[in-house]
Each structure stands twice: as structure tokens, then as C-alpha cells.
């Protein structure tokens, strides 16, 4: 299989495992201690998606409409990670927020899988696979480094 999707399957699979985590989690200092895990995961992988994957394939017609849906999925990803973020983890209200936070980002993950690495895969050719795998492990390492 493409080596870039290998790599952000890998990723993907990562994510998911915290977010099984994070439902299961009742304990305010657990679910704080897991959160950070998972937006140092999530967000330099969705900034490097965003900036080195998405954009090339917007440029192709067989791909743009379901980037564009991706891109609209990280969007709304984003704005309830920062609802999470502020939100005390004792609330009751958190862990419904974070059982539809994960519902969301598995839908995200199963259509990227798809639909994405579908059109992606007749999109670009291997160079281009090659150049975007080298600058999305850069921007996502670049990325995670802020985080901290
Ligand atoms: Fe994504």
C-alpha cells in the first residue's frame, strides 16, 4: 500500500485508541491527562494535513469535492477540540461533548480512508506521494513542538 497513507493510517489508529480512552475516562485528572495526549496528536496532524496533503489534491478535479468536505470536518473538529479544552473535565456536560467529539473524528478518519485516499491515490502520482509524505512528517513534527 501507498507508504502515505501507511503513514497517516498509522496516525489514524493512534487517535482512535486515545479517543476509546477519553469516553472511558471519568476522572477529572485522567481526562485531562489524555486530552493533552490527544491534541498533541490531533492537531499537528490535522495542520499537516491541511497545509501539505489538502492542497495539491484541491488542485484536482477527481479529489476537491471530498478535500473540501475533509477540510470542512477539521473545521468543525477544531472548534469543538477548543469547547473541550475550556471546559472543565468534572462537568457533566464533557463527557457527552467528547462521546460526539469522537463519533466526529471517526467519521472524519473513515471517509478520509475512503473517499480521500481514493481519489488521492488517482490524483497524484508517486513523486508527488514522495514530496507530500516528506513535508507532512516536517510540519507535523514542526507543529508538535509548540504544543508542548
Ligand atoms: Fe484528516
Redesign the pocket.
Known amino acids: 500500500m501507498n507508504e502515505f497513507f501507511q503513514m497517516?493510517k498509522k496516525d489514524?489508529v493512534e487517535l482512535k485508541g486515545i479517543l476509546g480512552q477519553l469516553v472511558e475516562a471519568k476522572e477529572p485528572k485522567k481526562r485531562e491527562e489524555l486530552f493533552q495526549k490527544l491534541r498533541e496528536e490531533l492537531v499537528p496532524?490535522?495542520k499537516a494535513?491541511?497545509s501539505t496533503?489538502?492542497p495539491p489534491l484541491m488542485k484536482k478535479k477527481e479529489a476537491r469535492e471530498d478535500v473540501m468536505e475533509?477540510v470542512e470536518?477539521?473545521h468543525v473538529?477544531d472548534l469543538v477540540l477548543k469547547e473541550l479544552e475550556k471546559m472543565p473535565k468534572g462537568e457533566e456536560k464533557w463527557g457527552a461533548k467528547m462521546g460526539v467529539f469522537k463519533e466526529l473524528v471517526e467519521h472524519?478518519?473513515k471517509d478520509?480512508e475512503s473517499k480521500?485516499f481514493k481519489s488521492a491515490e488517482k490524483a497524484l502520482d508517486p513523486d508527488e506521494f514522495q514530496a507530500i509524505m516528506a513535508k507532512f512528517d516536517q510540519e507535523k513534527q514542526k507543529i508538535k513542538k509548540t504544543l508542548k
Open positions: 497517516l489514524h496532524h490535522m494535513e491541511e496533503f489538502y475533509g470536518e477539521h473538529s472524519h478518519i478520509e480521500v
